[in-house]
């Protein structure tokens, strides 16, 4: 069997564990489940939509959970992650366009900063890796969490609550802009980083 850690590529999985390839399988659900969460946005289908995207972000949790549980954290896996957080914060985000557009109009310079930081710290990190950074840090997963809490209140209530979205475009924020100094010192790609603080330590030891 192989270590889990090792795992990069799909073809791995057949020598992973039961757990591992089911931690990568809940993963994988989230970039399968993307495109159909399009579907439903453009056939405005808000009754399906606000469920499956509900699915999508309980799988981030469970995922992670069972990784961490399990120690079947894996490259792999780090990377499905990251892409699949991507996608499903992307299809709430278009989904907020189309059925809560007078939000998105009103708080759209709150929604535009955050991005603007993402982008750079995505094109920060093919220049330096040659691909998307998968730090996976505690604020990472602290922004991740906040996100997914608002996000799926916007589909399932009619008004925002406002301290939730403030709380979580400030975490955000400075989790993006974190990621952008760990990019700045981290000479190669690395996954589980816990966080800046972690790496500036040892880079001094």
């Known amino acids: 069997m192989q ?100 939000f998105l109009k009103q708080e759209w310079l709150i929604f535009a900063i955050p991005l603007f930081f993402f982008f750079v710290q995505l094109i920060a990190a093919f220049i330096r890796y040659g691909k998307m950074s998968s730090f996976h840090t505690y604020l990472a997963k602290t922004a991740a969490i906040l996100q ?6 916007m589909f399932l209530f009619e008004h925002p609550y406002y301290p939730l979205f403030y709380a979580t475009a400030v975490v955000t924020l400075i989790e993006l802009i974190e990621e952008i100094f760990i990019v700045i010192i981290l000479p190669e790609w690395k996954t589980n980083v816990k966080g800046l603080y972690w790496v500036w330590n040892e880079r001094g030891s």
């Open 3 to 102: 270590d889990s850690k090792k795992i990069s590529r799909f073809s791995d999985l057949r020598e992973a564990s039961r757990v591992v390839q089911l931690v990568n399988l809940i993963t994988l659900y989230r970039i399968i489940a993307f495109p159909f969460l399009l579907m439903f946005i453009y056939f405005n289908r808000l009754d399906i939509f606000k469920w499956l995207i509900i699915i999508s972000f309980f799988t981030d949790a469970i995922d992670g959970y069972l990784a961490r549980k399990y120690k079947a954290n894996s490259i792999l896996g780090a990377k499905l992650d990251s892409i699949g957080d991507d996608l499903t914060i992307l299809a709430a985000i278009i989904g907020l366009a189309v059925f809560r557009f007078e």
């Open 148 to 153: 997914g809490l608002f996000l799926c209140s």
